[in-house]
């Protein structure tokens, strides 16, 4: 949880907003915030895309296996999603649930819950699920 409160930072000293896809592809590679902001051609304060984050981390060497899962963002790790890296798509938002540990501000107890439309399960390629 330390590192991502600690990329979230990052992309708040860089005066950011909208940039949860861009925080995604940092928590789940390791990457900077402005290396991933050039990389994937965004503009700070500028919202991108799912299919865009979901292509730069197939090229980046991973893969995406769709799970089937239905309830809320920050319950989903009591629903199975306890092991492993996830990109959980809501409503204009993306979040990463990574070894059990919903790594978004929607987990807050003060935020608004945010309901799971779509979820990948990202595996690096040559990697055992």
Not at 21 to 27: G, I
Not at 33 to 45: A, D, E, F, S, Y
Not at 71 to 78: I, M, S, T
Not at 80 to 99: A, N
Request: charged share 25%; with cysteine; net charge positive.
């Amino acid at each position: 949880m330390e590192e991502y409160y600690n990329l979230l930072q990052k992309f708040n000293l860089l005066n950011d907003r909208l940039f949860c896809t861009a925080l995604a592809y940092c928590v789940i590679t390791g990457e900077s915030p402005v290396t991933v902001n050039q990389k994937l051609g965004r503009k700070r304060g500028r919202g991108m895309p799912g299919i865009k984050l979901n292509n730069a981390l197939e090229d980046a060497g991973y893969v995406l296996l769709e799970v089937d899962v239905k309830g809320y963002v920050e319950n989903l790790p009591k629903k199975g999603l306890d092991s492993g890296t996830y990109l959980v798509y809501s409503s204009g938002h993306v979040s990463v649930i990574k070894d059990g540990q919903v790594l978004d501000w929607t987990a807050t107890p003060e935020s608004k819950s945010k309901r799971a439309r779509l979820c990948f399960q990202v595996v690096k390629t040559g990697e055992q699920l």
